[in-house]
């Protein structure tokens, strides 16, 4: 008998035992108590990560999004934060060329500085980014950190964040 048909005969013998209760002391001579357990062993499957998240959590996302994700993400500085100049912004974002901009707004709405800074990937990926820009103020104000892609077709500003902070001098 070739061993192809033996296997098969095995397993349906492995199998007709098994229908008719417990079969491990017929199939290893040990009772069940004797049997020992299987090891398990876990093998986790890498996945796409998302991007990574401080610890206070006080992330921003912009309104539009690409399979899931926000294209732009601010984790600095947080909503109602009190900053100071330089103020470092920093998130992820997946835009033109990896650009991402800044600008900061006094209490009258006023642009008092701007900037840009690139992400570690671009276009079709999500990068991280981080920023500073300087700003001046001669008494401590209500602020707004915008964070926004210029866009590539007319230069207005898209998938813009706004963020009320309390500036300082």
């Known amino acids: 008998m ?19 209760g417990d079969s491990t002391e017929i199939l290893t001579g040990a009772s069940p108590a ?3 357990s299987p090891e398990v ?14 610890a206070d959590d006080c992330t921003l996302e912009s309104e539009e999004s690409y399979q899931g994700r926000a294209l732009i993400s601010v984790f600095e500085p947080c909503t109602g934060e009190v900053v100071s100049s330089p103020v470092t912004i920093a998130g992820e974002a997946n835009v033109f060329e990896a650009t991402v901009s800044f600008r900061v707004l006094d209490e009258n709405g006023t642009e008092i500085a701007t900037g840009f800074t690139t992400a570690d990937c671009g276009t079709g990926c999500w990068g991280n980014y981080t ?5 001046t103020v001669d008494h401590e104000q209500p ?14 500003d898209v998938n813009k964040i706004s963020i009320p902070v309390t500036l300082t001098p």
Do not use: Q, R, Y
Not at 131 to 135: A, L
């Open 131 to 135: 920023g500073e820009v300087k700003f």
């Open 2 to 20: 070739n061993m192809t048909k033996m296997a098969g005969l095995a397993l349906v013998a492995v199998l007709a035992l098994s229908a008719c």
């Open 41 to 54: 062993t876990v093998v986790e499957t890498p996945t796409e990560t998302s991007a990574p998240v401080p």
């Open 143 to 156: 602020g707004m950190i915008e964070v926004f892609e210029s866009s590539a077709k007319d230069g207005s």
């Open 34 to 36: 004797e049997t020992p």
